[in-house]
């Protein structure tokens, strides 16, 4: 492999120098992987490809680097530069998409990268580093762009892959520069999302005060939020039962005001319920919500695939995959169908993971809803799934793809009550006009409640993450469809994808963080004094949710709803 002393590369027009590094391609040409949807061929360090119909998914057509022609050892930061453009692509802004893997070139297709990317007719920069995490042998990994979601032909070219080892931060390499339609301050979508959420995220509130019977004139009423009744909520990942100084402070931010809710883990898998050890920090994350009065959503019941389930289920037949699946789920339920979930994850990604009900039909599906809902007869039940709404793969096949099994799932029989859409970012960020747009799309077709159920985005733009953090939970809080706003955790010490976190592992806020306070604490928060009038009434508009009202030396507590809200509070 040749080695680089050092290489100057483009960033957005500013000259950046990259460590000397392994070249672990050197100057052989990309690969088409077709199948029946597409055509196209590779050259060196690049290729083109165009997608004739788009697929269920986006691997159903694909072009990749050669193997990297030496090994990766744990912990080496691998840094990946191309070029793209999109010749032609069948949608509105004519933009072509794609997702990035840094993976094994065979089964199982592990990695430990993954991005993505869109570009117009005109060529863009790309940028990502990932650090490995584990050995590699030669001849193992590649990189893969998936591109087959959409009817569209691109062109890849300067692709470059170096090992720069395992002592670069990575924090100083280029990354790719983000942005998209409606960031700009006097956007005009901005004005509207501030009509809708007056209209659907705030109640009018009524204080009548009396003595004896007499309205009292001229009193201070103060009117304080204690908690937002739109789950506003995180990932609570497996901090709670533990004793540091992290945990400590990861549990102090689960408890406040920054979140309304959090989605406890109950996966089903090796390292999930399967282990001891799991299982314990589950029940224990749980037990810890129930005694302070978390509302809690639980994530998930079945991920149907032999991938994210126990190895005990391998080798067996149709009728004992049967038998293991609903054995296992009901011994699940009868431990945790006591608890107060208001929210369960029932399906999750059927879109791409469809191995089991390849197997034993569509009916294991239904079924498993009607397990979720004998158990938890008051929750609302989900199927959740990726790749719905993100980036330029909105509005393509695997929008249509997901809304055909949630609208089966309805016309079976299933007890589904709501919908939950990822929001797993690259560097690929849906405009809010978009969003809103699938939105009324889903509202139309399914006809439930939209929850964005994992939201993050994987960049090193932190500007751009807090710009577009802001936008999409501003489009995602006003459209009057959406029933909830869930990160994906917020600490970069154990998020899976660190770039995507909130907080830096030394706790310090990233700019996507203060976003989060200011919208979450602050402008969607109320708290507020107000006099009464010469009927003794005291009004104002607030967002709706749980509040405590003071007045006279008197406290009640109560919530602000929709319909008309009326306190009378004698003193």
């Known amino acids: 492999m040749m080695q680089l002393s050092a290489l100057t590369l483009l960033l957005a027009a500013v000259q950046t120098q ?3 590094g392994t070249d672990l391609l050197g100057q052989q040409p990309m690969r088409v992987s077709l199948g029946t949807i597409a055509e196209g061929a590779g050259r060196p360090q690049g290729g083109r490809i165009k997608v004739l ?4 998914n986006g691997y159903e057509a694909e072009i990749k680097s050669a193997l990297f022609g030496a090994p990766v050892k744990k912990g080496d930061v691998v840094y990946i530069t191309y070029r793209a453009r999109a010749v032609s692509a069948a949608n509105e802004s004519s933009t072509g998409s794609w997702g990035l893997f840094l993976q094994r070139g065979r089964e199982p297709w592990d990695g430990f990268g993954t991005s993505s990317g869109n570009a117009g007719k005109t060529w863009r920069n790309f940028h990502n580093s990932f650090v490995a995490d584990k ?5 193992t990994l590649e990189v893969t762009f998936h591109v087959g979601g959409s009817t569209q032909e691109l062109e890849f070219d300067s692709l470059r892959v170096l090992n720069l080892g395992a002592s670069v931060d990575i924090s100083k390499l280029p990354h790719t520069q983000l942005t998209y339609e409606g960031r700009e301050a006097n956007a005009p979508w901005r004005k509207r999302a501030a009509a809708m959420i007056e209209r659907n995220r705030k109640g009018d509130l009524t204080v009548v005060l009396k003595r004896r019977g007499r309205p009292l004139a001229n009193q201070t009423v103060r009117v304080q939020m204690l908690r937002h009744a739109y789950p506003f909520g995180t990932f609570s990942e497996y901090h709670v039962p533990k004793d540091d100084p992290n945990s400590a402070r990861y549990r102090e931010l689960l408890a406040s005001r920054w979140f309304s809710r959090l989605t406890v883990p109950i996966y089903w898998a090796d390292w999930g319920w399967a282990s001891p050890q799991s299982r314990k920090e589950y ?4 037990a810890w919500c129930l005694a302070r009065g978390i509302r809690m959503k639980a994530h998930t019941l079945l991920w149907p695939s032999q991938k994210w389930s126990p190895s005990t289920l391998k080798g067996l037949d149709d009728a004992g995959l049967r038998r293991a699946i609903f054995s296992a789920m009901d011994e699940r339920i009868a431990a945790l169908r006591k608890f107060d979930f208001e929210n369960v994850d029932v399906l999750n990604e059927l879109k791409s993971e469809t191995e089991f009900g390849d197997r034993l039909g569509f009916g294991l599906y239904t079924e498993t809803f009607a397990r979720a809902r004998r158990a938890w007869p008051k929750a609302d039940l989900v199927y959740n799934d990726y790749g719905v709404f993100e980036g330029a793969q909105a509005e393509t096949s695997a929008t249509d793809t997901f809304e055909r099994i949630a609208r089966r799932l309805k016309s079976e029989g299933a007890p589904l009550t709501k919908i939950g859409l990822q929001g797993h970012f690259g560097e690929d960020l849906t405009p809010p006009v978009l969003v809103w747009k699938v939105l009324d799309r889903f509202q139309r077709t399914i006809g439930l409640p939209v929850e964005l159920t994992e939201f993050d985005i994987d960049t090193r733009d932190e500007r751009a993450q807090a710009d577009y953090t802001r936008d999409l939970m501003t489009a995602w809080f006003a459209h009057p469809s959406t029933s909830g706003f869930t990160a994906w955790g917020f600490w970069e010490g154990s998020h899976w994808k660190p770039n995507g976190a909130m907080f830096r592992k030394d706790w310090s806020p990233k700019p996507n963080a203060k ?3 200011d919208l979450v604490t602050k402008q ?4 507020a004094t107000v006099k009464t009038d010469a009927q ?6 607030g967002f709706l949710g749980d509040y405590k009202i003071t007045a006279g030396g008197k406290s009640v507590k109560t919530k602000l709803e929709r319909s008309k809200t009326t306190v009378t509070i004698g003193l």
């Open 524 to 527: 969607w928060w109320t708290d």
């Open 536 to 541: 003794g009434r005291a009004r104002l508009r």
């Open 283 to 286: 029940l224990d994350t749980i």
């Open 53 to 56: 119909r788009p697929g269920k």
């Open 18 to 20: 990259v460590p000397a």
């Open 135 to 139: 050995d590699y042998d030669a001849e």
């Open 515 to 517: 976003v989060w306070e």
